[in-house]
Structures are given as structure tokens and as C-alpha cells.
């Protein structure tokens, strides 16, 4: 082949990832759209956010503050962390590439849930490594299973906690185990980008667990509760010496200025915060009850979206999601996650959750 007839080429792996999808948020030819495919707050962002960007665009000639300080104080004043173990990211996406980056190479593994985050799986590949599945059960990471998984290849081991898009979550004492588990030189990351929804005794988002080891980190973000989806705002508690080695890989200015200021009066507005979590807290059990009285089997959730089963009823998932689009109500195929026959609902406003429900009682012929 002559030089003129080739070109560049990606490193070997990359052409292999399917690129990760978001949930839609289109209806084609309806007047009025409720988007409720990625798990978005139905509340908005805090009022007190808005009005700390008031301002900001006078200034967009200079450049944020690379560390982020301002952000990472609030974090840290709000969860009673140290700041030197906070680092920000252009949502918790980006974080998740940076650890992939700095701890996997080719040769090396990372084990992923069978229903975990598209993103884990994506970024072990980008950075050369090879993605190892575990089996769940009862759509619930088994820690046996991973642990029995584990190689002198692993590097890496993801769990989220509560998972997306099952919405189930292990309990503490099942994490402590799996961490105790795992060789020290084994980084488990425990993705709590639910947390602030669950409300079960036995559930912890990892800072005690970060707290008293050196080889876990915890990632969050701004993108759920807080309503800051369009900002792109994550974080990661971590030791010292994992955020040393991120913060030498990460771009010098990955968060901009809006973020910084619109994030750190978000997660001071601790009203705001309960307000979506009562909301939550109401509509959760009520969208499960009404979805099961339809005959729709419900995977029992802690975070802020529900993932209903099509398997026990005559029609099908993608048959319900055709009719709620054509009605405005847009949901998640979740077919790449490993559910050909079932759908993904964020709770919504109250509108939003009675028009799913009545569209479906339709749908299923139960009106």
C-alpha cells in the first residue's frame, strides 16, 4: 500500500466501542414533551444557583480557577471533607476516564456489573485494558461474583451504588466485604451518583469506606438531585495519592467558571436538596404501585427512576415506548444495558408521573 492511499489510524480497541447513546428527548410532531429518560430533577436546579450565574458572562474572558477551589470548599463544608481529597470533573464522566486513564493499560482488566454503567466499559476500552462482566443477581451486583472474578490482571473494579439503570443498590456491609476482598492494590470505585435519593438504613455512599483506605474512591454529581445536568458538574472523594495522580493527567481548567459558582450555591441550598428528595420520596413508591397494578413487573428502586418489566403483559416494551412517544412521554430503551423488553422512567413532576401512568392504562387496554 502506498503512503498516499493510508491514514490515520485509532489504537487498537477503540473502533470496537459502541458509543455511549443518551436517552432521547424528542417526540416528533407532539406540541408538549416530558423528557424522562435521563433521570433529570423534575424540581430544576436551586434558585440560589441561578442567581450565582447572574453575573458570569461579563466575565467569560478569563479563565476559571483551575483547582476549582471555591467548588471543592463547598463540598467539602456541606460532607465534612478534607478538600485536598475532593477533586472536580466535567461531570463524573470525566472522572471515571481520568481513573481508567491513570490506572489501566494494556494487559491489564476491570470488572464491571452486568447491568452497570455503559461508561465503565467504554472508558476501560479506551484506555487499552480489557472489560471483565460479572453476572448479577436479581439485577443486584453479587459480590461473590466479582470477587471470584478478580485476576492478577484487575486494576479496577466499578460498582454503582444505587446502579443505572436497575436501581438497586447493595448495602454497606456487602460493600465492605467486597472491598475487603479485593487485593490492595485493587482500586474499587463506588459511583454514588444516586446517593442523595436512597433512604435505607444499611446504604452508605462510600465516604466512610474512602475515609479508611487508600485504595477506593468515591465519584458524585450535580447532574441529578441538584438539577445541574447542563453544567456538567462531578466530583471524586479520594486518598491523597489518587488525586495527586489525576490531577497531573486532568485538563488544567476541567470545570468552567459557571460551574464553579452555580455548583458550590447548589449544594449549600440544603432546602432545595429536600424538597426533591420529599418529591422523590413520594412519587417513587406510588409510580411502583401504579406501574404493578398495571400488571408491569417493577425492579424495586432507591434512586430517582424506575425500570419496569413488559415480560408478564401481552405487549411489548418497545411497542409501550412507541405509544407514550407519540403522547409526549418520552422514556429509556434500555436494551443495551441487557433489557430487551423493558423501559426506564425518571420520576418526573406530578403531570408527568399521572400522564405515564394514565397513557399506560391505555396502552394495556385497563381503562
Known amino acids: 500500500m502506498s503512503s498516499a492511499t493510508m491514514k490515520p489510524a485509532p489504537k487498537k480497541g477503540v473502533m470496537d466501542i459502541a458509543a455511549y447513546v443518551p436517552g432521547r428527548e424528542t417526540a416528533p410532531g407532539v406540541e408538549r414533551v416530558f423528557k424522562l429518560s435521563a433521570n ?98 436479581d439485577c443486584t451486583a453479587d459480590v461473590d461474583a466479582i470477587l471470584a472474578a478478580v485476576t492478577k490482571r484487575t486494576k479496577i473494579v466499578f460498582i454503582a451504588n444505587p446502579n443505572n439503570p436497575t436501581g438497586t443498590y447493595l448495602p454497606v456491609e456487602a ?108 412519587w417513587l413508591p406510588r409510580l411502583t404501585e401504579g406501574l404493578e397494578a398495571l400488571g408491569l413487573t417493577v425492579t424495586p428502586p432507591v434512586g430517582n427512576f424506575l425500570l419496569m418489566h413488559f415480560d408478564s403483559v401481552s405487549k411489548s416494551a418497545a411497542e409501550a415506548d412507541e405509544f407514550l412517544t407519540g403522547r409526549g412521554f418520552v422514556l429509556r430503551r434500555v436494551k443495551a444495558y441487557g433489557f430487551d423488553n423493558a423501559l426506564r422512567m425518571s420520576v418526573g413532576s406530578r403531570e408527568a408521573n399521572e400522564g405515564v401512568l394514565a397513557a399506560l392504562k391505555e396502552f394495556l387496554g385497563r381503562a
Open 40 to 137: 433529570e430533577s423534575p424540581l430544576g436546579p436551586s434558585p440560589k444557583a441561578v442567581e450565582a450565574l447572574e453575573g458570569i458572562g461579563n466575565h467569560l474572558e478569563i479563565y476559571p480557577d483551575g483547582a476549582a477551589n471555591h467548588l471543592r470548599d463547598a463540598i467539602a463544608e456541606v460532607h465534612g471533607l478534607n478538600p485536598a481529597n475532593i477533586l472536580c470533573g466535567n461531570g463524573s464522566d470525566d472522572l471515571l476516564a481520568l481513573l481508567c486513564q491513570a490506572y489501566l493499560a494494556p494487559g491489564d482488566e476491570g470488572i464491571i456489573s452486568e447491568h452497570g454503567f455503559l461508561v465503565y466499559k467504554i472508558q476501560i476500552i479506551g484506555a487499552g485494558a480489557t472489560p471483565v462482566t460479572v453476572p448479577e443477581t
Open 175 to 282: 460493600v465492605r466485604r467486597l472491598h475487603a476482598g479485593l487485593p490492595s492494590d485493587v482500586l474499587l470505585v463506588l459511583d454514588a451518583a444516586y446517593a442523595e435519593y436512597v433512604r435505607r438504613n444499611d446504604y452508605e455512599s462510600g465516604i466512610e469506606l474512602v475515609s479508611a483506605n487508600e485504595n477506593v474512591v468515591m465519584t458524585r454529581t450535580f447532574s441529578k438531585i441538584y438539577g445541574l445536568a447542563a453544567l456538567r458538574i462531578g466530583w471524586l472523594y479520594g486518598p491523597a495519592a489518587v488525586v495527586d495522580a489525576l490531577n497531573r493527567i486532568r485538563g488544567p481548567f476541567n470545570v468552567n467558571g459557571a460551574a464553579i459558582v452555580a455548583g458550590a450555591a447548589a449544594i449549600r441550598d440544603r432546602d432545595h436538596v429536600e424538597r426533591a428528595i420529599d418529591h422523590n420520596h413520594v
